[in-house]
């Protein structure tokens, strides 16, 4: 059975926001100015200015919020869900993402990415209709906006509509086929769906457009061994450990290499036994 840590990466795919709730020892100037960057899509800045922050505020949930989303724009998302993690660690912090996401529309109600982040918002509260209404907002804005498919598409893949899920990561394929993270979600619904060389098929173009994807990777080993292969498992999760031995999903993947290699048949007494 495929490893429902799958859902982690769709769980956080489009995570993004500013502050609701600023310690007092954050600078609203600091804060402002990281902000505007992130509405102006000036991911570099937000990363290194959002960093800086960080290091003095390290609870800021939404900051953390924020340069997750940051890292998914620039499609280094091991460092993405190492925020997102942060971000999202407890309720309380969930809670003030989801009471940033309820206001930040009122903030900004002419920009698609202020919807965009009111529905990731509401994704990480389990608020889901609310964040579907969300997102169609920001297509509304924006009808190309291929990051709003894909987030109507992970609502409806968190609540296994599968086919209802396919649909909308094919239209974000349609709009953008580059895209890693459309080509990789749609595996994930192919292989729920239980159409595992589709899945594999849509992991290995995931790898193609990013080859350091490393959910990829894991991914497609769980599908190699529902299939049967695990010579091609086996190459799946050792990329996996040469990319990010120490996370997890590197964890889990020698987990899964030392379960292929474990010998089918154990050596059994003698009376009878076989080897």
């Known amino acids: 059975m495929m490893k429902f840590q799958i859902f982690v990466l769709l769980v956080l795919i489009l995570f993004m926001g500013c502050v609701s709730t ?9 804060m402002q100015k990281i902000e505007s960057a992130f509405f102006e899509g000036k991911w570099d800045e937000v990363i290194n200015d959002g960093e800086k922050l960080l290091g003095r505020e390290t609870d800021n949930a939404v900051l953390q919020f924020m340069v997750s989303m940051a890292y998914y724009r620039t499609k280094q998302y091991g460092l993405q869900d190492k925020y997102r993690s942060l971000a999202l660690k407890d309720e309380e912090n969930i ?33 889901l209709e609310q964040a579907v209404k969300s997102y169609e907002k920001a297509l509304e804005l924006k009808p190309d906006f291929v990051d709003a498919y894909i987030g109507i598409g992970s609502v409806y893949l968190e609540s296994l509509e599968l086919e209802t899920a396919i ?7 349609d709009i953008d086929p ?57 190459k799946a999760y050792e990329k996996v450990i040469e990319l990010d031995p120490k996370s997890e999903l590197g964890i889990d993947a020698q987990d899964a290499i030392n379960e292929i290699k474990r010998p089918s048949h154990e050596s059994e007494d003698n009376n009878g036994g076989r080897k």
């Open 22 to 30: 600023v310690p007092r020892e954050t600078s609203p100037l600091d």
């Open 95 to 127: 809670s003030t993402i989801v009471t940033w996401g309820q206001n930040l529309t009122n903030r900004f109600p002419n920009n698609y990415y202020a919807y965009l982040a009111q529905g990731s918002a509401y994704r990480a509260g389990d608020k």
């Open 167 to 173: 649909g909308y990561f094919k239209k974000a394929i």
């Open 178 to 234: 580059r895209s890693a993270i459309a080509n990789f979600d749609l595996g994930v619904a192919y292989g729920l769906n239980g159409q595992i060389d589709e899945a594999i098929a849509m992991c290995k173009k995931a790898l193609e457009l990013n080859p350091r994807f490393v959910e990829a990777y894991s991914n497609l080993g769980d599908l190699y061994v529902e299939k049967g292969d695990e010579d091609e498992a086996l």
